[in-house]
C-alpha cells in the first residue's frame, strides 16, 4: 500500500470556492500546499490517507477562496488617507495632493505607507496588488519583506518630482529596478505612465516599444473624467485611447484604469488591442469622475480587473467593500438589476484581476499547480446566518473583518486576524509620526444658513 505523501500544509474548510469553474463549490474539503503550490483538493474526510501535512489548519466555519487582486492602487497614499476629501479630480490634485507630495514624499514615505497599506490589504482578503507610485524601489523592498504579491509600476511624468526630473530619467530608474527584480517569484514591474494629460508622445513611443521588448505591463490612467477627454480631443482632435493606439502603447500588456467616459468607437479599440481595463467604482464615485460600463465590457469580452485605487481617494483599501459597490454600480450602469451577478463580481475580484495583469497562470483560482494564494473567511457570525448562497453573501454581504487568514505562496501572511509579518505597533507608530509631520489643509466650516 502506497504510503502518504509527505506535504506541507493541508487547509480543511467547510467549503471551497475555487472561481472556475464559475458556479463551483466544494464542500467538507481540504486544499493540499506543497512547495508554495497547490497540490490537490481532496475531500477532507481521506485527505490524510494521501498526504502527511506538516501543517493542518481545521477551518470549520470557513470557506476558501483565491485571494483578492486589488489591480489598482497607490499604496503608500495610505498616509495620505483623508488629506484632502470632497473635491473634483483636477483640484483634488493640482491644489492638494501634488503639492503634499511634494512637501513629503521620500524612500521612507514610501516604504512606511507601503506597509502600513499591505497590513489593510492582508486582513480585508488581498493578496496581490498593482501598485504605481514614487520612490517604487522602496515599495518593492517592503512588498518583498512582507511577502506579498506584486506588480509594481514605476511612474512616468514629464515633469520633475522627488523621485526624477524628466521623462527619461523616470523610465531609466524604471528599467534599473526592473533587472534588480527580474527573477523575483512575487513581484514583477512594470511601467506607470500616469495619464496621456502628463506623459507626452515621445516617451510614450518609447514606453511602447520598451514593453514589447520586456514583455513588461504597463497600467495608465485613462478616460477618468470627461474633462480629461474634451481637453484631448480640443488639443489633439483624438480621444485619449485613439492616441494610445496611434503610439503603439493600448496592446495586450496595457491596463486602462478607471475608463468611465466610453464610446462604442473606445470600446471598439479595446477590443481589437486586447488591453484590459481596472475598474474602481468607489473611487470614481467619490471624485465623481464617472461609471465605467462594466457590462457592456464584459459582454465584448474584454478582460476587467478590479481596484480600489489610493487611500487618498477611497479612503481604504477593503476589496470586499468594493466587490459591493461594483456590483450595485454596476446594475444601476445597465439599468439592469441582472447585471454583473456576484459570480461576476466574485470573478472580477480575483481571476479577472489576475489576467488582467498577466498573472492569471499562476493566481486568481484555486487549481492545481497555482501558487497557493488563498485567504478564508469565517462565515458564522449571526450577520452571516442563514447562509443560502454562498456568492451573493460574500458579495452583497461579507466585510472584511471576517477575513482571518491569509496566505501567499503557501506562506501564511494573517492567522487568526493576526499579521505574521507586519509588526502593528511599529506600522501604528509610523503612521502617527507622519500624521504629525503632514499637516491637511484647514478646512473651512460650512454655513448651517
Same mark, same amino acid.
Given at each position: ?103 513629503? +514624499? *521620500? &524612500? ?7 506597509? !502600513?497599506?499591505?497590513?489593510?490589504? %492582508?486582513?480585508?482578503? #488581498?493578496? @496581490? ?103 484631448? +480631443? *480640443? &488639443? ?7 492616441? !494610445?493606439?496611434?503610439?503603439?502603447? %493600448?496592446?495586450?500588456? #496595457?491596463? @486602462? ?193
Amino acid at each position: 500500500m502506497p504510503q502518504p505523501k509527505p506535504v506541507d500544509c493541508i487547509i480543511s474548510a467547510r467549503w471551497i470556492l475555487p472561481i472556475t469553474p464559475a458556479g463551483k463549490l466544494f464542500r467538507d474539503c481540504s486544499l493540499v500546499i506543497h512547495k508554495g503550490c497547490i497540490q490537490a483538493i481532496r475531500p477532507s474526510d481521506n485527505v490524510l490517507q494521501d498526504f502527511t501535512p506538516t501543517q493542518h489548519v481545521q477551518l470549520n466555519e470557513h470557506v476558501l477562496m483565491p485571494g483578492l487582486v486589488n489591480a489598482h492602487t497607490h499604496a503608500a497614499m495610505s498616509l495620505l488617507r483623508g488629506y484632502a476629501d470632497d473635491l473634483p479630480l483636477m483640484r483634488w490634485l493640482k491644489d492638494h495632493i501634488w503639492p503634499a507630495e511634494k512637501r513629503f +514624499v *521620500d &524612500a521612507d514615505f514610501v516604504h512606511d505607507g507601503t506597509q !502600513l497599506a499591505m497590513a489593510e490589504m %492582508l486582513r480585508t482578503g #488581498t493578496t @496581490c496588488f498593482s501598485d504605481m507610485y514614487f520612490f517604487p524601489d522602496a515599495a518593492a523592498a517592503a512588498v518583498h519583506q512582507a511577502g506579498m504579491r506584486a506588480q509594481i509600476t514605476f511612474p512616468i511624468m514629464d515633469f520633475p518630482t522627488s523621485w526624477a526630473t524628466d521623462a527619461d530619467n523616470y523610465i531609466h530608474k524604471g528599467l534599473m529596478l526592473h533587472d534588480d527584480y527580474r527573477s523575483h517569484p512575487r513581484i514583477r514591474i512594470g511601467f506607470g505612465p500616469h495619464a496621456g494629460y502628463t506623459v507626452s508622445d515621445i516617451p510614450m513611443r518609447r514606453i511602447a516599444v520598451l514593453a514589447e521588448e520586456l514583455q513588461a505591463p504597463v497600467q495608465i490612467h485613462l478616460h477618468e473624467t470627461a474633462t480629461e477627454v474634451l481637453q484631448a +480631443v *480640443d &488639443a489633439t482632435g483624438i480621444r485619449p485611447i485613439e492616441r !494610445l493606439m496611434d503610439l503603439g502603447v %493600448l496592446t495586450p500588456l #496595457t491596463q @486602462c484604469v478607471h475608463m468611465t467616459q466610453l464610446s462604442d468607437g473606445d470600446i471598439d479599440l479595446l477590443q481589437e488591442s486586447g488591453a484590459s481595463v481596472i475598474h474602481c467604482p468607489e473611487s470614481n464615485l467619490k471624485l465623481a469622475s464617472g461609471i465605467c460600463p462594466v457590462q457592456k465590457l464584459m459582454n465584448r469580452g474584454i478582460t476587467i480587473g478590479l481596484g480600489t485605487d489610493g487611500s487618498a481617494s477611497n479612503n481604504d483599501l477593503d476589496m470586499f467593500g468594493e466587490i459591493t459597490t461594483a456590483a450595485l454600480v454596476g446594475k444601476v450602469a445597465a439599468h439592469d438589476a441582472a447585471a454583473l451577478s456576484a459570480w461576476q463580481v466574485l470573478h472580477m475580484a480575483t481571476l479577472g484581476g489576475a489576467k488582467a495583469l498577466g498573472l492569471d497562470s499562476q493566481i486568481g483560482s484555486l487549481e492545481v499547480g497555482k501558487a497557493a494564494d488563498v485567504i478564508a473567511v469565517q462565515l458564522d457570525e449571526l450577520s452571516s446566518l442563514p447562509l443560502y448562497d454562498l456568492a451573493s453573501h460574500l458579495t452583497y454581504s461579507n466585510r472584511r473583518t471576517r477575513v482571518t487568514h491569509s496566505w501567499v505562496a503557501g506562506k501564511l501572511l494573517l492567522r487568526d486576524g493576526e499579521l505574521t509579518t507586519l509588526n502593528e505597533t511599529e506600522l501604528r507608530n509610523r503612521a502617527l509620526h507622519w500624521q504629525h509631520v503632514i499637516q491637511p489643509p484647514a478646512a473651512k466650516p460650512e454655513s448651517l444658513a
